[in-house]
């Protein structure tokens, strides 16, 4: 038996009270689901929610039915069923491990690759003459403005994801973010381990090379979630529509 769009998007609509908050881990688990529901239906002849609460048991949750008060506030009816959640929260958290390690191998593999760009090259060596050249009037300066020709890529996702260019609780764009926070709390991290332990502040030239060598780690960085983006924009585009 074949689902009705409504009941697809009662699926949905269960998966996100049952704590499953991100769209792309919904999206694969509501196929999985809709497909062992037809088939509960079409074998044991059941209804579709005793189908839903049979295989939402299946992933190891508790179902419970729900029950609200009628028009009057006189009586308590049925309002359908809902689960506890633990069976997919535990299915979420298995999602993000693998997607971790995929988004990692993509990672260290954009950053091999940008050592075969020119445009890599050219904006490499542009931050390197303009840090070196600024530090000789102002090395705050030199700092401030290598922060920025680093960092200016966050103005723009910040653009586009309150423009709704870039799809809200997505899994796979959020853990595509590990790796831009790890830089940054390491820029947060090393002066302040060095001001602890050696009681000053960090030199500007250990500051400067520091930020020269952790360049292409950054931008592979910007590049890979620039390309999940892009990916589950369309995925994104395609569901809603």
């Known amino acids: 038996m074949k689902l009705t769009q409504e009941q697809i998007q009662y699926i949905d609509n269960y998966l996100k009270r049952s704590g499953v908050t991100y769209w792309d881990v919904r999206a694969e688990l509501l196929d999985?689901?809709?497909?062992?529901?037809?088939?509960?239906?079409?074998?044991?002849?059941?209804?579709?929610?005793?189908?839903?609460?049979?295989?939402?048991?299946?992933?190891?949750?508790?179902?419970?039915?729900?029950?609200?008060?009628?028009?009057?506030?006189?009586?308590?009816?049925p309002a359908g069923t809902f689960s506890d959640g633990e069976g997919f929260k535990k299915l979420q958290r298995e999602k993000q491990?693998?997607?971790?390690?995929?988004?990692?191998?993509?990672?260290?593999?954009?950053?091999?690759?940008?050592?075969?760009?020119?445009?890599?090259?050219?904006?490499?060596?542009?931050?390197?003459?303009?840090?070196?050249?600024?530090?000789?009037?102002?090395?705050?300066?030199?700092?401030?403005?290598?922060f920025l020709y680093l960092l200016h890529p966050i103005f723009l996702i910040a653009y586009k994801y309150f423009k709704g260019e870039i799809p809200k609780k997505s899994l796979h764009i959020h853990m595509s973010m590990l790796g831009l926070v790890l830089w940054f709390n390491l820029f947060n991290l090393v002066p302040n381990c060095y001001q602890i332990f050696f009681d000053t502040k960090l030199d500007f030239q250990i500051y400067a090379w520091m930020l020269i060598l952790l360049y292409p780690f950054i931008k592979a960085s910007f590049v890979r979630y620039n390309n999940v983006c892009k990916k589950y924009k369309k995925h994104y585009d395609l569901m809603v529509n």
């Open 97 to 146: 491990k693998q997607i971790g390690k995929k988004n990692m191998k993509a990672y260290w593999k954009q950053v091999y690759q940008l050592f075969f760009s020119a445009r890599f090259y050219a904006e490499f060596i542009l931050m390197i003459l303009l840090v070196t050249t600024i530090s000789k009037f102002s090395e705050k300066w030199a700092l401030g403005v290598a």
């Open 32 to 77: 999985h689901i809709a497909s062992a529901i037809e088939e509960e239906i079409t074998t044991n002849k059941s209804t579709f929610e005793e189908a839903l609460k049979s295989v939402s048991i299946s992933f190891g949750n508790q179902v419970r039915k729900r029950y609200i008060l009628n028009k009057d506030n006189t009586k308590w009816i």
